[in-house]
């Protein structure tokens, strides 16, 4: 007598038959190419970082450590990336918010202009930032013939700049997340909010803010931890005596060949993205924000 293959129960009531682990099989190649293009070479780098030159041990950290010039870099690649992040929600949050209010067919016209953005190289948007922000550029220019300048303001080769640029690139990465999950909130609440007395102003702060934590929380990570990494932008519009630590890693890699110092940056700054992302995992459930099927 032969009995059917167990099924495993979830909750709500549904079963996974026995294939899904056999569907799951099909991952396995995936895993290896993961592991043969990333895992390998962050292996790589962190071996490195302890052997270039030859017994160093800790010494490419320690050095690290030791320069005030190295930590004052990490610390302006933290600013900026706190700033730009701050700025992303203050933008995003009405953007998102009107999205989520507005007729569908309005709030596919504004998904539309958030999405142009990925249509266009990361290059080109930020060369078009410094003609915007050159000193003859189109803003200085435009100032300039209306009488209201005499010399042109210093809008680039600065941390503003390097703001700015990556402000308008990573907003996406904030409206996406407060827009999902911003639409799964149901309007009623506020209404019901409504209905009992509260005004529309403490209706939001009280009911539909608390609400959208989780993509406050999401989006708020997702751009703080590409923040922290990027290197094209704050090359082009910033400034060497504000420059982030991808550029510092870089410049001691192709300009310095000092690899040990460069591999032990890089892993300085994965484990600071690895800290952050332990850390916000205990405040959010990504799997809630972006509208996974089921519930923990």
Known sequence: MTTAPATVQEKGGRSRGPLVSRWGSLAVPLMVFLTITFMVPMAMMVIRSVTDPAGVGLGNYQEFFSSEADIRVLGNTFYIATVTTVACLLIGYPYAYLMANVPQRAAGILLIFVLVPFWSSLLVRTFAWEVILRDVGLINSTLKALGWISEPLPLIRNTFSVIIGMTQILLPFMVLPLYTVMQRIDPEVTRAAANLGASPFRAFVRVFLPLSYSGITAGSLLVFVLALGFYITPTILGSPRETMISRFIADQITQRVNW??????????????????????RFVKLRDVYGALGED
């Open 260 to 281: 040990g110092l460069g591999t032990a940056m890089a892993v300085i700054l994965m484990a600071v993205t690895l800290v952050v992302l332990l850390v916000a995992s």
